[in-house]
């Protein structure tokens, strides 16, 4: 079944460290580029990072720059998102995503929650 299952997500007070991880299967995770993104309560969904298929190439969002850290582990087929110095403006729903393909479709998981309070 081709599916992305994300975990690691909780409550935690601001400050704090998390680390998501995104468990891929059905496919052939190593020649996808792959994203995190997130999603707060009542807003859009936003890009947050990405990571190229041997992960040479990273991008982030501004606002996490710094303080979240992409990561991929193509033995493992998974994919990794480290986060620290964690803010109350983090707290959101994050997904993991494999990029689109030649069709324009693109796999999504189902989201874990993150939630940074005191």
């Known amino acids: 079944q081709v599916q992305l299952v994300e975990s690691g997500g909780g409550l935690v007070q601001p400050g704090s460290s998390l680390r998501l991880s995104c468990v891929a299967s059905?496919?052939?995770?190593v020649l996808w580029t792959m994203h995190w993104y997130r999603q707060a309560p009542g807003k859009e969904r936003e890009?947050?990072?990405?990571?190229?298929?041997?992960?040479?190439?990273?991008n982030y969002a501004d606002s996490v720059k710094g303080r979240l850290t992409i990561a991929r582990d193509n033995a493992k087929d998974s994919l990794y998102l480290q986060m620290n110095r964690l803010e109350s403006e983090d707290t959101a729903v994050y997904y993991c995503?494999?990029?689109?393909?030649?069709?324009?479709?693109?796999?999504w998981g189902k989201g874990t929650l993150v939630n940074v309070s005191s």
């Open positions: 995503q494999r990029q689109k393909d030649a069709y324009g479709s693109d796999l």
């Open positions: 059905g496919f052939t995770f």
């Open positions: 890009f947050v990072a990405s990571i190229s298929r041997i992960g040479d190439i990273l």
